[in-house]
């Protein structure tokens, strides 16, 4: 690593943590706002933006903080970000969010998006049987990345133009009345948004493996937790703001988006530049993530509706393995 940015004192370096939080959040918001604007702009319908650059965007943080981890030499804590931030993803945000507001799930939800994402997380937890992430693992989860976000804008396009349509009417009103970005500004938005991701990545993965070391922590634990938690909070504030406007769709196609990116996209490019090998992240771990799925598809395939009840049961389950990785390394 040229340089790094970690400080030499501990209350300096959780300083610079916090700091890189609110610059990768920052940026990762200024950047949907230009892609946003970009797609707009150049006819793109409003469904694919949603499905497409506004999941990805909300998932640029887990991006940048596992590209940097991998390049700077640590690779558990880029995986454990993707496997943290897919099991907080799935229980406690779709959780809250349930909580918040009964989540209507629709038909194609449940037979195919959520199955495609646990898929997904299966395949990741097969390719890591054997403590690591080889290109041909990374070339094989970027074509299934490519397959998915084919598939998901063939389906978008299809449904903007069919029946569903009309259901564009039930977004706010700030939406439709909302000024359209130029394109100049747009640009501009998606370049600053870029390099604060960059820079606030790299400050925040610098100082947390500096206090992780100064607690004797595992890269893999604060992957798993605290980095996991931190760059997801751009899906916990998207899916329960939608969840309280009564957009279900919006709720949960951001999780389910998200952790699709994060598996194949994320970790599928972080593997083809810099392949990894694995010590701190277990079956444990991986197994969960699968387990958060299927209790996902569980609860949408009863009646297409996560309760308030089955999500205080998605957010209890997340409490649980967290007490267990807290546990483990008392």
């Not at 507001?101 to 959520?114: A, C, E, G």
């Not at 804008?153 to 449904?159: L, S």
């Not at 980095?227 to 999780?255: F, W």
Request: negative net charge; proline residues 3%; charged residues 10%.
């Amino acid at each position: 690593m040229l340089f790094s940015f970690a400080a030499p004192q501990m209350w300096l370096q959780i300083v610079l943590f916090v700091v890189g939080i609110g610059i990768v959040l920052w940026g990762a918001d200024r950047l949907t706002d230009g892609a946003v604007g970009i797609a707009e702009r150049m006819g793109v319908p409003q469904i694919v933006i949603g499905l497409t650059i506004v999941a990805m965007g909300t998932s640029m943080p887990e991006f940048f903080v596992s590209f940097m981890s991998a390049v700077n030499g640590t690779p558990d804590l880029a995986v454990g970000n993707v496997v943290g931030s897919n099991i907080f993803n799935s229980l406690f945000i779709v959780g809250c969010a349930a909580a918040v507001s009964p989540i209507v799930i629709l038909h194609n939800t449940v037979k195919k998006d959520i199955p495609f994402g646990l898929v997904a997380s299966a395949v990741l937890l097969i390719m890591c049987l054997d403590s690591g992430i080889s290109r041909v693992d990374a070339l094989l989860m970027l074509l299934m990345f490519v397959f998915f976000m084919y598939n998901t804008v063939k389906i978008a396009r299809e449904d903007n133009t069919g029946e569903n349509m009309p259901s564009d009417s039930s977004e706010p009103k700030a939406e439709e009345t909302k000024k359209p970005v130029g394109m100049g500004k747009a640009i501009l938005l998606t370049l600053v948004g870029l390099v604060c991701l960059i820079l606030g990545s790299n400050v925040f993965v610098d100082n947390v493996s500096a206090i992780a070391r100064s607690l004797g922590m595992s890269d893999a634990l604060i992957g798993l937790t605290i980095v996991a938690c931190g760059t997801s909070l751009p899906e916990l504030a998207t899916s329960v703001v939608a969840a309280r406007r009564g957009n279900s769709g919006i709720a949960i196609g951001n999780v389910l988006g998200s952790n699709v990116f994060n598996i194949l996209g994320i970790l599928g490019l972080t593997g083809l530049i810099s392949p990894m090998q694995l010590q701190g992240i277990t079956n444990v771990d991986l197994s969960v993530m699968v387990i958060a799925v299927v209790l996902l598809w569980l609860f949408s395939y009863t009646k297409y509706l996560i309760a308030r009840w089955e999500g205080g049961v998605l957010i209890l389950t997340f409490v649980g393995y967290l007490t267990y990785l807290i546990t483990q390394t008392a």
